[in-house]
T-cell receptor
Framework: EAQVTQNPRYLITVTGKKLTVTCSQN?????MSWYRQDPGLGLRQIYY???????DKGDVPEGYKVSRKEKRNFPLILESPSPNQTSLYFC?????????????FGPGTRLTVL | AQTVTQSQPEMSVQEAETVTLSCTYD???????LFWYKQPPSRQMILVIR??????QNATENRFSVNFQKAAKSFSLKISDSQLGDTAMYFC?????????????????FGQGTILTVHP
């Protein structure tokens, strides 16, 4: 089954404790991205990657890091989480080029930073 | 930069009736995609319908249809014969067409969302 998986689905942590949210897709998609969803703001892009070893900032990259060492994986790293990073996070993937319009979303990760 | 605005934070409708959700956007692009996504309580993002800006014909998917007014930069979603399972948050989203080039490859710009409740 074609899917995007994220782990963990729920996470409660404390300020400053490094964490990683994993994202994996099994569709051989080139393009992957991370979004955060906050009430009243919709979803906003954090980082994206056009292929292995090619990443760039989205609209709200501060406090986050990403890496793309393998095509299928695109982890989101919070090296020193703060309470303002409490949010719902989504990973998404798609093919590149003209087929880029169909994005597949993961199930979401609810992060709470105390 | 593109912006997407959904001015209705909440809407409600009776089962079997029709409801229209509003969305306006601002862009200097001429070629782009517009989407409506549904987010039920499970939080999964589900694509409801897609419109390509260069197509004048409004997209339809079963009970879902859009009214795309390119000059007015308006993109509303009509849900006919509303069902209890339609209860969800609905997001309007914009994406530049791949042929437009430039940065923001593949980025979706979302509106704030509209919570739709279907009452029995």
């Amino acid at each position: 089954e074609a899917q995007v998986t994220q782990n963990p689905r729920y996470l409660i942590t404390v300020t400053g404790k490094k964490l990683t949210v994993t994202c994996s897709q099994n569709m051989n998609h080139e393009y992957m991205s991370w979004y955060r969803q906050d009430p009243g703001l919709g979803l906003r892009q954090i980082y994206y990657s056009m292929n292995v070893e090619v990443t760039d900032k989205g609209d709200v990259p501060e406090g986050y890091k990403v890496s793309r060492k393998e095509k299928r994986n695109f982890p989101l790293i919070l090296e020193s989480p703060s309470p303002n990073q409490t949010s719902l996070y989504f990973c998404a993937s798609s093919l590149w080029g003209l087929r880029r319009d169909t994005q597949y979303f993961g199930p979401g990760t609810r992060l709470t930073v105390l | 930069a593109q912006t997407v605005t959904q001015s209705q934070p909440e809407m409600s409708v009776q089962e079997a009736e029709t409801v229209t959700l509003s969305c306006t956007y601002d862009t200097s692009e001429n070629n782009y995609y517009l989407f409506w996504y549904k987010q039920p309580p499970s939080r999964q993002m589900i694509l409801v319908i897609r419109q390509e800006a260069y197509k004048q014909q409004n997209a339809t998917e079963n009970r879902f249809s859009v009214n795309f007014q390119k000059a007015a930069k308006s993109f509303s979603l009509k849900i006919s014969d509303s069902q209890l399972g339609d209860t969800a948050m609905y997001f309007c989203a914009f994406m530049k067409h791949p042929q437009a080039g430039g940065t923001s490859y593949g980025k979706l710009t979302f509106g704030q969302g509209t919570i739709l409740t279907v009452h029995p």
